[in-house]
């Protein structure tokens, strides 16, 4: 069973800083790309940052020069560094990978469970 697990939510007060991981794990193939999405209430998912397999980051407008992504592949991990964090990133975050499995080497798109992260003002 392939599975994404997210860890390193949590409650910061504005300027802080918070860094999500994110691991996948499972009879993973390959995996092509790597990123980060978020919901807030009352609204709709949206990208944060995502890296593609042998490309390069990129970033939501709202949160470049703030967050930085990176990847792992040999740990097949992908991390979110959250600095000078605003009321405004309030949200639950995603992890999300495109992935090739071992058991059919069908490309398929998956997702984490979620992890919280809130910003106080």
């Known amino acids: 069973q392939v599975q994404l697990v997210e860890s390193g939510g949590g409650l910061v007060q504005a300027g802080g800083s918070l860094r999500l991981s994110c691991a996948a794990s499972g009879a993973i193939f390959s995996i092509n790309m790597m990123g980060w999405y978020r919901q807030a209430p009352g609204k709709q998912r949206e990208l944060v940052a995502r890296f593609p397999s042998g490309g390069s980051a990129n970033y939501a407008d709202s949160v470049k020069g703030r967050f930085t992504i990176s990847r792992d592949n040999a740990k097949s991990t992908v991390s979110l560094q959250m600095n000078s964090l605003k009321p405004e990133d309030t949200a639950v975050y995603y992890c999300?990978?495109?992935?090739?499995?071992?058991?059919?080497?069908?490309?398929?798109?998956?997702w984490g469970q979620g992890t919280q992260v809130t910003v106080s003002s």
């Open positions: 999300n990978a495109d992935m090739t499995v071992s058991d059919d080497y069908v490309r398929k798109n998956y």
